[in-house]
T-cell receptor, first 111, second 111 residues
Framework: KQEVTQIPAALSVPEGENLVLNCSFT??????LQWFRQDPGKGLTSLLL?????REQTSGRLNASLDKSSGRSTLYIAASQPGDSATYLC??????????FGKGNQVVVIP | GAGVSQSPRYKVAKRGQDVALRCDPI?????LFWYQQALGQGPEFLTY????????KSGLPSDRFFAERPEGSVSTLKIQRTQQEDSAVYLC?????????FGQGTRLTVV
């Protein structure tokens, strides 16, 4: 069974600092990997999708890398803002019919 | 519609009551997923549909849980004889390919 781990579970950073969120998975035979954002009491918003053949994906201040051989993905958020405060979830596609999630990185950006 | 829609947003049920949770996926999306998210945890897979066919129900925690998608569009997750441990947020997602889009979720509280 695929196990997805996110470290650290929670972190606080001052506004303007870069954020680095780590995700590791046990089975490297993944299909794709997706990063989500979840605000309190809300659903999940898709941030980035990395295809299994890709090494990274970028959208604005967000950049996600994927290293399948080592079972790792990293989400970088440049120049963090208070509006970036949320929980960030990493999810690995197992085939095309199931996402396996980590428990999330809970981020607080301090103004 | 523009996104995945779930109803109701909140449901309080007395222990032993039956509940039905509805999901309207993005129009034209073939795949539909249900997930359960306990407080402070990542979402856990419940079941997967491709059109009207339920191809994977291995995540349903007991035979009190039942899901259907009779016409390949709207889906209903039914929980019979609810118990306190069923209290969670139930998330629905749809996809066309391997990028999933989630609804806002239904928060179920069993009292």
């Amino acid at each position: 069974k695929q196990e997805v781990t996110q470290i650290p579970a929670a972190l606080s950073v001052p506004e303007g600092e870069n954020l680095v969120l780590n995700c590791s998975f046990t089975d490297s035979a993944i299909y794709n990997l997706q990063w989500f954002r979840q605000d309190p009491g809300k659903g999940l918003t898709s941030l980035l999708l990395i295809q299994s053949s890709q090494r990274e994906q970028t959208s604005g201040r967000l950049n996600a890398s994927l290293d399948k051989s080592s079972g790792r993905s990293t989400l970088y958020i440049a120049a963090s803002q208070p509006g970036d405060s949320a929980t960030y979830l990493c999810a690995v596609w197992e085939g095309n019919n199931r996402l396996a999630f980590g428990k999330g990185n809970q981020v607080v950006v301090i103004p | 519609g523009a996104g995945v829609s779930q109803s109701p947003r909140y449901k309080v049920a007395k222990r032993g009551q039956d509940v039905a949770l509805r999901c309207d996926p993005i129009s034209g999306h073939v795949s539909l997923f249900w997930y359960q998210q306990a407080l402070g945890q990542g979402p856990e897979f419940l079941t997967y549909f491709q059109n009207e066919a339920q191809l994977d129900k291995s995540g349903l925690p007991s035979d009190r849980f039942f899901a259907e998608r009779p016409e390949g569009s709207v889906s209903t997750l039914k929980i019979q004889r609810t118990q306190q441990e069923d209290s969670a947020v139930y998330l629905c997602a749809s996809s066309q390919g391997t990028e999933a889009f989630f609804g806002q979720g239904t928060r179920l509280t069993v009292v």
